[in-house]
């Protein structure tokens, strides 16, 4: 493997990739887009290298706000990356599969397996997802690698060397509203009683700033 390359996923964070021997990187003009829903996020970076021995690799990260953050959401963000990734990898890839996300530091990581064809002859493909947060607002930081290759050579070294350097935070906390939802869903009967008492709170408030009619 040659020297580590570096995409700025944010101002204080970069995304780490060794790449194989010789590698070159492709013109950002010849690099798929990460298709986003508006308003969802931003793309931060994009990154592609070859190399002699038929390896393609492509890199990109995105930064969105995390306030809709709640715990588990992690799988259907990574879900969603998984589907983006696999068309941005250059080959038709007949499978694709990926491991349960795990933790990994102060963020997550899942790891991604495929296989199919490149330029009419097969290849194998190894990915992986990091997922993590930035400042005092929590900012979401979602990069992901994707290395093809006709032969097992370079390519899961190149996915296992992905890493998110710089100053990374935890991950938010639920918002008040999301706390309520997995309280009702853990304590169905406390939450049950709750609502039936916030009702009549709400009620006796409203009764007593009704205007009193004189008799």
Not at 156 to 179: F, H, I, M, N, Y
């Amino acid at each position: 493997m040659s020297d580590r390359a570096a995409l700025q996923a944010a101002s204080d964070v970069r995304l780490l990739v060794s790449l194989p021997a010789a590698s070159m990187a492709e013109p950002t003009a010849a690099l798929p887009e990460v298709p986003l829903p508006p308003g969802l996020g931003e793309v931060a970076a994009r990154g592609g290298w070859t190399s002699p021995a038929g390896a393609l690799v492509r890199a990109a990260c995105v930064r969105a706000p995390s306030d809709r953050w709640a715990p588990g959401i992690e799988e259907l963000v990574l879900a969603r990356a998984s589907d983006i990734a696999r068309g941005a990898s250059g080959a038709a890839l007949a499978t694709w599969t990926a491991s349960a996300p795990s933790r990994q530091g102060l963020g997550f990581s899942q790891r991604l397996e495929g296989a199919g064809e490149r330029s009419g002859g097969p290849v194998l493909a190894t990915g992986r997802h990091l997922l993590a947060f930035r400042g005092p607002d929590h900012e979401a930081l979602l990069c992901s690698v994707v290395c093809t290759e006709p032969r097992a050579l370079d390519c899961a070294a190149v996915a296992e060397s992905a890493a998110l350097d710089g100053a990374l935070v935890g991950e938010p906390p639920p918002t008040w509203w999301l706390r309520a939802l997995l309280l009702s869903a853990e304590h169905p009967r406390l939450a049950g009683g709750g609502a039936v008492l916030v009702a009549v709170a709400v009620t006796a408030w409203i009764l007593r700033r009704r205007p009193r009619v004189p008799r």
